[in-house]
């Protein structure tokens, strides 16, 4: 049972656009939402992370917004451009976990010239 | 820059077989991790690693065990292969950072596996 859900599963936008990938989770144990991005034939790689204590972080053209009451975190990527087209996944840890990741299912962004 | 580096990009293994996935990493981490990668599955924690000959099940470790006898280097066994093992497999590692989340997870580019 994965305890991160993820969505949508995938989703294409033209160049310029914004992409936005929601993730909800249940266990109030996790205090560390990181967003790793996957190539084709790569491993992932961490993009930006957030903690509970605040709402939003905010790196170059990619946001993570935090909702703890909601237990619901997204990532935005604004004006995407084809080189975003990716695999995205959202993950949870726990304080004192050894940072072992619960991953949510992954979304493939497709981003149109 | 880390480096994990995975042996084998694709492996084709039979039913039945015993399977070796090899995993070097050249950072001095004490943490590793594997994970299994499956479609609208995301990745799944199969073993951890904290440190040098300790392991941790993950939340699938049924039909796996692990090696950790170096510090640089985290093996992956299928005892017996199944086809429902065939998979892309993931390793990673880790600065400790005395247990908490925050160091990022470093991955290998993944090995391939196909039980026929």
């Known amino acids: 049972q994965q305890q991160v859900k993820q969505s949508p599963q995938s989703l294409i936008v033209q160049k310029g656009g914004i992409s936005i990938i929601n993730c909800a989770y249940e266990?109030?144990?996790?205090?560390?939402f990181p967003w790793y991005q996957q190539f084709p034939g790569k491993g992932p790689a961490l993009l930006i992370a957030?903690?509970?204590?605040?709402s939003e972080k905010k790196e170059g053209r990619f946001t993570i917004s935090f909702n703890k009451s909601a237990k619901q975190f997204s990532l935005h990527i604004m004006d995407s451009q084809p080189g975003d087209s990716a695999t995205y996944f959202c993950?949870?840890?726990?304080?004192?976990?050894?940072?072992?990741?619960?991953f949510g299912a992954g979304t493939q962004v497709v981003v149109t010239p | 820059d880390v480096k994990v580096t995975q042996s084998s990009r694709y492996l084709v293994k039979r039913t039945g077989e015993k399977v070796f996935l090899e995993c070097v990493q050249d950072?001095?981490?004490?943490?590793m991790f594997w994970y299994r990668q499956d479609p609208g599955l995301g990745l799944r924690l199969i073993y951890f690693?904290?440190?040098?000959?300790?392991?941790e099940k993950g939340d699938i470790p049924e039909g796996y065990s692990v090696s950790r006898e170096k510090k640089e280097r985290f093996s992956l066994i299928l005892e017996s292969a199944s086809t429902n093992q065939t998979s892309m497999y993931l390793c990673?590692?880790?600065?400790?950072?005395?247990?908490?989340?925050?160091?990022?997870?470093?991955f290998g580019n993944g090995t391939r596996l196909t039980v026929t």
């Open positions: 950072m001095d981490h004490e943490n």
């Open positions: 690693s904290y440190d040098v000959k300790m392991k």
């Open positions: 266990n109030t144990a996790f205090d560390y």
């Open positions: 957030i903690r509970p204590d605040v």
């Open positions: 993950a949870a840890s726990m304080r004192g976990g050894w940072g072992k990741l619960q």
């Open positions: 990673a590692s880790r600065v400790s950072r005395d247990r908490g989340p925050d160091s990022p997870l470093h």
